[in-house]
């Protein structure tokens, strides 16, 4: 873990805890955290990228009230009593900026990040990171038994022996002591529909690099082929808001910006986006049955 000010009885705790119940071989040199999210979005009333510009850092749901998962991060909400048993009471009466922030290992080195159920872009954590950082798999929504941290875990095994759906099986990561964008982050990494956005715009403000993946699309037959994916209400949304037959995730943060759709039911067409619309060659690795998994896809 970093000396910073960020290295705070609270976080050694938590560490400590997770360590005493992790086993395994410990993580390579090269797999990175990744924080996925919409960069379209707002937070506290502005677009999350300029709320990020202005505070210098990534915070928990605990500190922004906002999420791409479920929004219980309150006292006595789920969030805080996954954290609560996670991290043996470490963080209980914590002020909402001493919380660990999410995000997911890459180890499958996917261009589109770790987890992109959250999102279609994100900021790629920088390697010291890891040494600070807790892990479990499945989700820590799912009551996981499984833990790990840098120098030793057995969940790189367990996930890629794992049959469950491309969006659910990553390693969730769980980062203690503060991300600071000028300081942690590698970079940003943004879907390629962005490009000439105000999104782009907003990114080059930020104080750490911006790059590109090529960028996840469906077209609306696509759509409708995986209507039984989320719910054919969900395709029949998505072929609504598409343009010129096709969506990607500018279109559905478009979309959402109207207020004229359900923020949940534009989650959903994003994850058929996500779980079928990954850019080929985004990261591959093979499946437990021996196909080749795509990253977003299988």
């Known amino acids: 873990m970093e000396s910073t000010e960020h290295g705070t009885a609270r976080t050694l705790r938590a560490l400590r805890h997770v360590a005493a119940r992790s086993s395994g071989p410990a993580v390579g040199p090269g797999p990175r955290i990744t924080l996925n999210f919409h960069p379209d979005r707002a937070a506290g009333g502005l677009p999350v990228l300029r709320a990020l510009a202005q505070d210098g850092a990534y915070h928990s749901q605990f500190v922004t009230g906002t999420s791409n998962g479920g ?65 479990c798999y499945p989700d820590s929504a799912a009551e996981p038994t499984d833990f790990g941290i840098a120098a030793g875990m057995s969940l790189i095994a367990l996930a890629e022996a794992d049959e469950q759906d491309a969006l659910n099986d990553y390693i ?93 039911d534009l989650k959903m067409v994003w994850h058929t986006l996500a779980r079928f619309g990954a850019p080929k060659g985004a990261g591959t690795a093979l499946s437990p049955g021996g196909h080749t998994r795509t990253a977003g896809t299988s």
């Open 71 to 135: 929004l219980t991060a309150h006292p006595g909400g789920d969030r805080w009593r996954w954290e609560s048993r996670i991290f043996g009471g470490a963080y209980d009466d914590a002020d909402p900026h001493e919380r660990p922030v999410y995000g997911a290992l890459n180890f499958r080195r996917q261009v589109v990040g770790a987890a992109p159920r959250f999102g279609s872009s994100h900021f790629r954590l920088t390697a010291d990171t890891v040494g600070r950082t807790t892990f």
């Open 172 to 264: 969730e990561a769980q980062v203690h002591g503060g991300v600071l964008l000028a300081r942690h982050v590698e970079a940003l990494v943004l879907d390629a529909s962005y490009r000439g956005t105000t999104v782009e715009a907003e990114a080059r403000r930020l104080p750490c690099p911006v790059e590109w993946h090529p960028g996840y699309r469906l077209t609306v037959e696509q759509l409708r082929e995986h209507a039984d994916y989320r719910g054919p209400e969900y395709a029949d949304l998505g072929a609504r808001i598409a343009q010129d037959g096709q969506i990607d995730p500018r279109i559905i943060g478009d979309a959402a910006r109207t207020g004229r759709y359900e923020l949940q």
